[in-house]
């Protein structure tokens, strides 16, 4: 509900967990898919579920007064188009990022963003135990849905980054932790004389083998398991990084980039789709950076950060080209 009463306004902030926990749980039960083809009531998706009716019913009733899904009816709804983002068949869906920002692995070390800000550390590894990705190894539920939250972001950011860049002069592109190869695939498609390389931890190229499936593109992707801090795959002359850098602190970065620029031919390009903090870019962009200051040692950069770093790894940055999402092209070229 809008409302122009600051007060009210400051509370509809503070209460953003209520919703971020309510579409997590809608989100977990599927129930957007149990609306796709139209109206239904309460009881029968509870049945499904096997959920408390009662609780699914006041739990759907004020989300539908907070702008997701239409209640139709007494104990009825259905999807509006802000809930059909929620089906996990959208084009668009954002169903398992709702789920794993309400995990243990994002949600826990959230809830110590104050100690962030105390000690200027990142909270995550000191809350959950292990580094973020050692925490993925061994809860590997909780892992496969956070790949498949990196799919959702993938997602909103493929159409941007495919009709802001021309792809189709480049051979052989290498998309360094790529995840399940959406990316890739997209640019593929954009791409038809290149061939393409799937680049990512052994596990995660495991999930996206089978993720890609009958994918048309993927007979054009070898898959090429590895760890960026070591080597990457030789011979690109388009090597991709996306949501890569921002994870990582200056130094940590450097080393990823040095990999790149051993292995990337003379006349390839380097693209790095992140964030970039310049005056334009949308509110999103800088709430990453503060997940990032929350979870990992990493953040997102301004456009004379990502020279610098660029410069100190061998490479020269050609130009930032901002797309409708929060995520920009970072392109440049080995010197």
Not at 40 to 67: H, I, Q, T, Y
Not at 270 to 286: M, N, R, S, T
């Amino acid at each position: 509900m809008e409302t122009n009463d600051p007060g009210m306004q400051l509370f509809q902030m503070i209460s953003g967990m209520w919703v971020s926990q309510s579409l997590a749980t809608m989100a977990r039960f599927g129930i957007a898919d149990k609306l796709a083809s139209g109206e239904r009531d309460v009881e029968s998706m509870a049945s499904e579920c096997g959920c408390n009716a009662e609780s699914l019913f006041r739990m759907m009733r004020a989300l539908s007064k907070a702008g997701v899904f239409e209640q139709s009816g007494d104990r009825k709804f259905k999807n509006n188009a802000v809930s059909e983002i929620l089906r996990d068949d959208h084009e668009r869906s954002l169903r398992w990022m709702a789920v794993t920002q309400c995990d243990p692995g994002h949600w826990r070390p959230w809830g110590h963003a104050h100690d962030a800000v105390m000690s200027g550390e990142p909270q995550a590894e000191k809350i959950l135990g292990h580094a973020p990705w050692d925490y993925f190894e061994r809860n590997p539920e909780e892992a496969g849905r956070f790949g498949q939250a990196m799919t959702n972001m993938s997602a909103q950011a493929i159409e941007g980054i495919t009709s802001g860049y021309d792809f189709s002069k480049y051979e052989h592109i290498v998309d360094v932790g790529g995840s399940h190869g959406t990316l890739l695939a997209a640019m593929l498609d954009k791409a038809p004389n290149a061939k393409g390389v799937l680049f990512d931890l052994p596990p995660v190229i495991e999930m996206a083998t089978e993720e890609l499936g009958e994918h048309p593109m993927k007979s054009r992707i070898e898959m090429a398991p590895g760890n960026f801090f070591d080597c990457v795959p030789e011979g690109g002359d388009l090597y991709t990084l996306k949501h890569i850098i921002h994870d990582w602190n200056d130094d940590k970065a450097e080393g990823i980039l040095l990999s790149v620029r051993k292995c990337i031919r003379d006349d390839g390009t380097l693209l790095i789709l992140d964030a970039v903090l310049a005056p334009q870019a949308p509110p999103l962009a800088w709430w990453l950076d503060v997940h990032m200051m929350v979870m990992l040692d990493g953040k997102e950069r301004t456009p004379e950060e990502f020279g610098a770093l660029l410069g100190k790894a061998g490479f020269e940055m050609t130009n930032i080209i901002p797309t409708p999402s929060p995520v920009a092209i970072v392109e440049a070229r080995p010197v």
